[in-house]
């Protein structure tokens, strides 16, 4: 390729050997700590860090003899859906580079559709493995919270964010699933014993149901998009599948609830960085002015959701924003749960939109934040979810999103890799 896409901040060669995955080479989303390889979550507050253990799902990736050859470029700790807001420059959509990859872990997705790596793990707070998936038109998958370890995570928002796998086809992420999910003593939630995953994938499928939300295929999604999905459906049907329009109200409050919660943790999980336990000491003549200069090393996306975020948890207003978001978030999750019943997947597009021109949205966050609509409502729930490539919308990648029951991944997996070959 002759244009950086920008996919790397660190190059790193840790890994290899005999072992599952011992034929890929893997890029880790530059949140996940590595032992001894820099780990900046996208931020110059974290220039130079360098962690002394590895996450769980890195130290699983070198026992199954993975390479892994570098840590992948990200929103700012993980806030933005573009890969735009990083410290260390914007990445590049290797399908189009005038337009974006997704995010906020559009570094992995980039390199694994550019062919600079075979797999790649993300991390999914609200749609950040998904969405630059869809835009890159590669597979991302966001398993069951709890299923895969966030021990070594630098944590955006606890109750939301999971690491997932991405790579070029369903096996691959399948292969890569079966190596890092499961129970991890060092992280009290991540407790469920992993299933086969790569062998299921191949396992015929038969008599699915199919349910479509009318809330994620509304007045919201782009007449392209439209259409690759309204064929992907035709795709499922001709396989077999029962394809039911249903509805779930709860999504309609979904998004807003999200960015309430996600912005609360954030603010909470961030206060750590500042310049004396974590993060490049400020300077001052004093601890206010001190405090206040390492603080404002924070990029501005950063600094906007952590305001927001202590607005919503401060006195006063913890009852009228933040108490009122877990309450949707139940309604969400019931809604899912109410819908699985009765459906194997649900289905939509994974993002409304084809992948923004670059710069298209940085003077505006609120068009950024209403394309994850389609996302974030999963991360409520705390389902699996899978983007598959679906096709293309004015010669740009479009995602078809799966989504099932908890610690369903086996099937959700089976029913994608169909589709998969059924395109």
Known sequence: MS?????????????????????????????????????TCGSRVLEGYEPPYDATVVARLKDAG????????MDEFGMGTTTETSAYGVTRNPVDTDHVPGGSSGGSAAAVAAG????????????SVRCPAAFCGVVGLKPTYGLVSRYGLIAYANSLETVGPMARDVETTARLLDVIAG??????????????????????????????PQELVGEGVEEGVRSVFEASLDSLRDEGAEVREVSMPSLEKALAAYYVIAMGEASSNLARFDGVRYGPGGEGDDWNDSFADARGRFGDEVKRRVM??????????????????QNARTLVRRDFENVLDDAD?????????????????????????????????VNLAGVPSVSVPAGRADDLPVGLQLTAGRF????????????????
């Open 183 to 212: 129970a991890d003593e060092r992280d009290g939630t991540c407790n469920s014993e992993a299933d086969d995953y790569a062998d299921a994938v191949e396992e015929p499928t038969a008599d699915v149901t199919v349910a479509v």
């Open 308 to 325: 927001l975020g202590t607005y919503a948890l401060s006195e006063g207003y913890y009852g009228d924003y933040y108490d009122k978001a």
């Open 345 to 377: 997947v649900v289905a939509s597009p994974t993002m409304p939109l084809t992948p923004f021109r670059v710069g298209e949205v940085l003077d505006d966050p609120m068009q950024m934040y209403l394309a994850d609509a389609n996302t974030t409502p």
């Open 3 to 39: 244009v950086d896409i920008n996919a790397f901040v660190t190059r790193c060669d840790i890994g290899g050997g005999d072992g599952a995955l011992s034929d890929l080479a893997v890029g880790v989303k530059d949140n996940i700590s590595t032992e001894g390889v820099e780990t």
């Open 116 to 127: 600079d790596v075979d797999a790649a793990l993300g991390t999914d707070t609200g749609g």
């Open 66 to 73: 993975a390479r892994i050859v570098g840590k992948t470029n």
């Open 408 to 423: 369903e991944e086996a099937k959700l997996l089976r029913v994608a890799r169909a589709f998969e070959k059924a395109r």
